[in-house]
């Protein structure tokens, strides 16, 4: 595993870690959660290096699954700016339901899918070339757009149409609805980004 990858994996644990804590006090979790939480920035970063370390191993005979491995942790990093920013509005604004709660997940996408570009194009599918920038920036826009209208699409019918369930409050309700939806959104995008904007 080269010294790039493990300095990266060990950034996103450790950003992952960070927002997770905030968020955390904001979700007004239980405090054993919170209590446990703390040793997250010295957990994440090590499951992190590990994960991308197991997933190194296939690099030379299966590059789809290093790749797939790599974009997967640039895919949690993403998750967790999306919910930091999502949850930084939310508190901001004490709103957490409605056309507003749209906006704001809105705003949190689009920042995670800038920096999913970076990382996607720079880590997970080394693409250095420069000489087509544009063309791959306007591709990977118009995958990640289709895959934000996915996300936004999942996480407004869950928390603007079903609402709230099993006694879950607002805040978690919010939650649940951007991680479901993270995950759809996802899964257009892996595969969007592998065979349209970074094949080799």
């Not at 191993?57 to 699954?65: G, T, Y």
């Not at 920096?115 to 306007?138: D, P």
């Not at 099993?166 to 978690?172: A, E, N, V, Y």
């Amino acid at each position: 595993m080269k010294r790039r990858d493990i300095l990266a994996a060990f950034i996103i644990g450790e950003v992952c870690a960070l927002i997770f804590l905030w968020v955390s006090r904001f979700l007004e979790l239980p405090a054993f959660i919170i209590r446990l939480a703390r040793f997250f920035p010295l957990v994440l970063p090590v499951l992190s290096i590990s994960g991308t370390y197991v997933v190194s191993l296939f690099e030379k005979r299966k590059l789809a699954i290093f790749q797939f491995g790599k974009s997967f942790l640039v895919g949690i990093l993403n998750t967790f700016i999306d919910l930091g920013v999502l949850n930084l509005l939310m508190w901001a604004f004490n709103i957490t339901s409605g056309v507003s709660y749209s906006i704001f997940k809105g705003v949190s996408v689009f920042i995670a899918t800038v920096n999913s570009y970076f990382w996607n194009k720079f880590w997970a599918f080394e693409k250095k070339e420069t000489e087509k920038a544009g063309t791959e920036f306007l591709q990977f826009f118009l995958i990640a757009g289709i895959g934000f209208l996915i996300n936004l699409g999942v996480a407004s019918l869950l928390v603007n149409v079903i609402g709230p369930q099993f006694g879950l409050s607002d805040k978690i309700w919010a939650n649940i609805g951007a991680l479901v939806a993270v995950f759809f959104g996802f899964s257009w995008n892996f595969f969007g980004y592998k065979f349209v904007v970074f094949k080799k």
